[in-house]
């Protein structure tokens, strides 16, 4: 399998970006994407971008994609206190499964 | 969007005793779902990959007669935790991929199911 990482705790203030980052390991990833996940659910997909795209934007969300140095980012534009939750990236692999990184919790400060 | 429904959503056993977890996609038919298991503060880890008509496929480390999976239609994985002990608790979530789509297709996450073995 692949190793995906991210920092595990992210803190904001309300209004403020955030920006969450995650390096992966595998050259041949196809999709990145990025996961939300609120206590005691499942995983809503936000974004994703092809490996061949450096950025992606979908409303307050920005997908920044380095494929060279393996990092991918998914930047928050006016972070909200309904942002506070799980979020993690996952890289697909050869059989359509999804490795994932271990989740950065966001929490806003209102 | 497509739903996949995830039965129980939590779900309390004693330890010894077995438990079954069921994924249902609502709306499409997926040849392929997937498991994963999610311990507190860790990331997902894929357990097996279910196909349908056919046996499960498991990855590195997971006891395939401890976690039985059942695809038996297009529209319904089981996962049957076996003899269970209270290191199995965690969250349990399944995905499915639409049948016949391409690859750029989404996976649609079941809500998962928090087991606790006591």
């Known amino acids: 399998g692949e190793d995906v990482e991210q920092s595990l705790f992210l803190s904001v203030r309300e209004g403020d970006s955030s920006v969450i980052n995650c390096t992966y390991t595998?050259?041949?990833?196809?999709?990145l994407y990025w996961y939300k996940q609120e206590p005691g659910a499942g995983l809503q997909l936000l974004t994703y971008?092809?490996?061949?795209?450096d950025m992606k934007q979908d409303q307050r969300l920005t997908v920044l994609l380095n494929k060279k140095d393996k990092h991918l980012s998914l930047r928050i534009a006016d972070t909200q206190t309904g942002d506070s939750a799980i979020y993690f990236c996952?890289?697909?692999?050869?059989?359509?499964?999804?490795?994932f990184g271990t989740g950065t919790r966001l929490t806003v400060i209102p | 969007g497509a739903v996949v429904s995830q039965h129980p959503s939590r779900v309390i056993c004693k330890s010894g005793t077995s438990v079954k977890i069921e994924c249902r996609s609502l709306d499409f038919q997926a040849t392929t779902m997937f498991w994963y298991r999610q311990f507190p503060k860790q990331s997902l880890m894929l357990m097996a990959t279910?196909?349908?008509?056919?046996?499960?496929?498991?990855e590195q480390g997971v006891e395939k007669d401890k976690f039985l999976i059942n695809h038996a239609s297009l529209t319904l994985s089981t996962l049957t935790v076996t003899s269970a002990h209270p290191e199995d608790s965690s969250f349990y979530i399944c995905?499915?991929?639409?049948?016949?789509?391409?690859?750029?297709?989404?996976?649609?996450f079941g809500q998962g199911t928090r087991l606790t073995v006591v």
């Open positions: 995905s499915a991929h639409p049948t016949g789509t391409l690859m750029n297709t989404e996976a649609f």
């Open positions: 279910s196909n349908e008509g056919s046996k499960a496929t498991y």
């Open positions: 996952a890289s697909r692999g050869g059989a359509n499964n999804l490795f």
């Open positions: 971008i092809f490996s061949n795209m």
């Open positions: 595998d050259s041949s990833s196809t999709y």
